[in-house]
């Protein structure tokens, strides 16, 4: 053997040494990508979830603050209900001094009308018996009259004998008349004055009644007033119970705003920390998704180069079929780019209706499910609208939605949008292929961990979607 046999012999172990040995590094370099991808989706929702900590902190400090208010307006309303009770206590025991005089005035005035009623009585019986007396009078008045006649008939007799007892005669039965008239008088005053009486007897009689009513009626006023007063001193107890306890209330709020204070500086600079975080492992997996790229790129024959180059080959014949389709008529450019997402009513999660959704459910299973069924490492490989609309998903991710939305979010994936960071790049990228890690959501807090693989689909020169696939590292 010559020199330049071995030569040669050498060089090619050796390039065979160093492909194997970069197919290693890629298989390494994609697991760690897969890793990476994994710590950066767990970094992100540790990084939301304190996101939303935090502002759960300030919403609850805001809380805090506006009970910290109300307690102070809570505080400065018992002071001064405090107060308006106090006078209102003052007050009312003014009154009550003021109804207990009145109530001893009425009483004065009741006894007072009760001796006049007992005098008038006293006064009508005096003036019965002057009406007593004055009959008597009268009786006698009459009686002198008569005997005054029978004088002066017998003075007429006596004749001149008998005229001085004749003036004498005529002079008592002027009296006895002068007597019958006086008594009629006094009779007549005495009645007049007895009716008097008797109706200032049953006037006072009826004062009296009242007056005894307006007296028990004052001392049940009064007896009210001292309930009200004991009432409104009791409200005024119990009104400086509430302020000192919202004193004291103030005081622990005030501690629980400073905790409150503490942690949510905590919590913010914890989430400004895994904010940071977040930023430096999603620019490692960058750099670990484009080493990858580059040595997917390189040529040498890794494990990932078979997908790859079914993807990129299957994402031309899409586009070959949907430019032929259109050339035959069965669809419109206008109709494959429509970009109109018309929601299924009463499907959780969303799905959605486009112009060509019919048209691909009818043409890509034939190419898509195939390639899926070929190689166990494939999940899923399926034609991607740029917009992050998934039209037509292969068999298993393709269900009828149930009522569960976890299960939907996992078996029933087609006719969707998504808008994750794989999806926003695959949509974005124009290059041949675009090799990425991907953290795929499958509802339920489930997540697959797998690389992604795409390749853009151009209809007529306008850039369409990609046709995609999501594969487990080997």
Same mark, same amino acid.
């Not at 991808?37 to 929702?45: F, L, P, S, W, Y």
């Not at 009644?209 to 005024?236: C, D, N, P």
């Not at 298993?396 to 994750?420: E, I, K, M, T």
């Given at each position: 053997?010559?020199?330049?046999?071995?030569?040669?012999?050498?060089?090619?172990?050796?390039?065979?040494?160093?492909?194997?040995?970069?197919?290693?590094?890629?298989?390494?370099?994609?697991?760690?990508?897969?890793?990476?991808?994994?710590?950066?989706?767990?970094?992100?929702?540790?990084?939301?979830?304190?996101?939303?900590?935090?502002?759960?902190?300030?919403?609850?400090?805001?809380?805090?603050?506006?009970?910290?208010?109300? +307690?102070?307006?809570?505080?400065?309303?018992?002071?001064?209900?405090?107060?308006?009770?106090?006078?209102?206590?003052?007050?009312?025991?003014?009154?009550?001094?003021?109804?207990?005089?009145?109530?001893?005035?009425?009483? /004065?005035?009741?006894?007072?009308?009760?001796?006049?009623?007992?005098?008038?009585?006293?006064?009508?019986?005096?003036?019965?018996?002057?009406?007593?007396?004055?009959?008597?009078?009268?009786?006698?008045?009459?009686?002198?009259?008569?005997?005054?006649?029978?004088?002066?008939? /017998?003075?007429?007799?006596?004749?001149?004998?008998?005229?001085?007892?004749?003036?004498?005669?005529?002079?008592?039965?002027?009296?006895?008349?002068?007597?019958?008239?006086?008594?009629?008088?006094?009779?007549?005053?005495?009645?007049?004055?007895?009716?008097?009486?008797?109706? $200032?007897?049953?006037?006072?009689?009826?004062?009296?009644?009242?007056?005894?009513?307006?007296?028990?009626?004052?001392?049940?006023?009064?007896?009210?007033?001292?309930?009200?007063?004991?009432?409104?001193?009791?409200?005024?107890?119990?009104?400086?119970?509430?302020?000192?306890?919202?004193?004291?209330?103030?005081?622990?709020?005030?501690?629980?705003?400073? /905790?409150?204070?503490?942690?949510?500086?905590?919590?913010?600079?914890?989430?400004?920390?895994?904010?940071?975080?977040?930023?430096?492992?999603?620019? $490692?997996? /960058?750099?670990?998704?484009?080493?990858?790229?580059?040595?997917?790129?390189?040529?040498?024959?890794?494990?990932?180069?078979?997908?790859?180059?079914?993807?990129?080959?299957?994402?031309?014949?899409?586009?070959?079929? !949907?430019?032929?389709?259109?050339?035959?008529?069965?669809?419109?450019?206008?109709?494959?780019?429509?970009?109109?997402?018309?929601?299924?009513?009463?499907?959780?999660?969303?799905? #959605?209706?486009?112009?060509?959704?019919?048209?691909?459910?009818?043409?890509?299973?034939?190419?898509?499910?195939?390639?899926?069924?070929?190689?166990?490492?494939?999940?899923?490989?399926?034609?991607?609208?740029?917009?992050? #609309?998934?039209?037509?998903?292969?068999?298993?991710?393709?269900?009828?939605?149930? %009522?569960? %939305?976890?299960?939907?979010?996992?078996?029933?994936?087609?006719?969707?949008? !998504?808008?994750?960071?794989?999806?926003?790049?695959?949509?974005? +990228?124009?290059?041949?292929?675009?090799?990425?890690?991907?953290?795929?959501?499958?509802?339920?807090?489930? !997540?697959?961990?797998?690389?992604?693989?795409?390749?853009?689909?151009?209809?007529?020169?306008?850039?369409?979607?990609? !046709?995609?696939?999501?594969?487990?590292?080997?």
């Amino acid at each position: 053997m010559s020199v330049v046999q071995v030569a040669v012999l050498d060089t090619s172990s050796n390039r065979t040494l160093a492909e194997r040995l970069v197919d290693q590094l890629a298989d390494r370099i994609g697991g760690l990508g897969v890793e990476l991808a994994d710590i950066a989706g767990n970094v992100q929702e540790v990084a939301n979830r304190v996101a939303s900590q935090s502002e759960r902190f300030h919403h609850l400090q805001e809380t805090a603050e506006t009970m910290v208010s109300a +307690n102070h307006d809570i505080a400065n309303a018992s002071q001064a209900v405090q107060s308006t009770a106090s006078a209102a206590v003052g007050q009312i025991a003014e009154s009550r001094h003021a109804v207990e005089t009145a109530v001893s005035h009425i009483a /004065e005035l009741v006894a007072a009308v009760g001796r006049i009623e007992a005098r008038l009585a006293a006064v009508g019986s005096a003036l019965s018996q002057v009406a007593k007396v004055s009959g008597s009078i009268e009786a006698i008045a009459k009686q002198t009259n008569l005997l005054a006649l029978n004088a002066t008939i /017998e003075a007429a007799r006596a004749g001149t004998a008998g005229r001085g007892f004749a003036v004498v005669a005529s002079e008592v039965k002027s009296l006895a008349e002068a007597t019958r008239q006086a008594t009629h008088q006094i009779s007549d005053t005495v009645r007049d004055l007895d009716g008097q009486i008797g109706s $200032l007897i049953g006037e006072s009689s009826d004062a009296s009644l009242r007056a005894k009513s307006a007296g028990e009626g004052a001392q049940q006023i009064s007896g009210i007033i001292m309930r009200v007063q004991e009432g409104f001193s009791s409200v005024g107890a119990e009104i400086g119970s509430v302020a000192r306890a919202a004193t004291s209330n103030l005081g622990h709020c005030d501690t629980v705003i400073a /905790e409150l204070n503490e942690l949510a500086k905590g919590v913010d600079l914890s989430s400004r920390d895994l904010r940071n975080a977040d930023a430096r492992v999603a620019k $490692l997996l /960058e750099t670990s998704e484009n080493l990858i790229a580059l040595i997917a790129d390189s040529g040498v024959e890794t494990s990932d180069a078979p997908l790859i180059r079914v993807v990129v080959d299957t994402a031309k014949q899409i586009s070959d079929v !949907f430019e032929t389709a259109i050339a035959r008529g069965e669809i419109t450019i206008e109709q494959l780019m429509d970009e109109n997402y018309r929601e299924i009513a009463g499907t959780d999660p969303k799905q #959605y209706l486009t112009d060509y959704v019919a048209f691909t459910d009818r043409v890509l299973p034939a190419i898509q499910d195939p390639i899926q069924r070929s190689d166990p490492r494939i999940v899923f490989c399926v034609a991607w609208a740029k917009g992050g #609309y998934l039209p037509t998903h292969n068999p298993n991710y393709r269900h009828p939605q149930g %009522p569960d %939305p976890v299960w939907n979010n996992a078996n029933c994936r087609n006719r969707r949008l !998504f808008n994750d960071r794989a999806v926003k790049q695959v949509a974005a +990228n124009t290059k041949p292929f675009l090799l990425q890690t991907y953290r795929r959501d499958m509802g339920g807090g489930n !997540f697959v961990l797998m690389k992604d693989v795409s390749s853009p689909i151009v209809v007529r020169g306008r850039h369409w979607g990609a !046709f995609r696939m999501g594969f487990r590292q080997s």
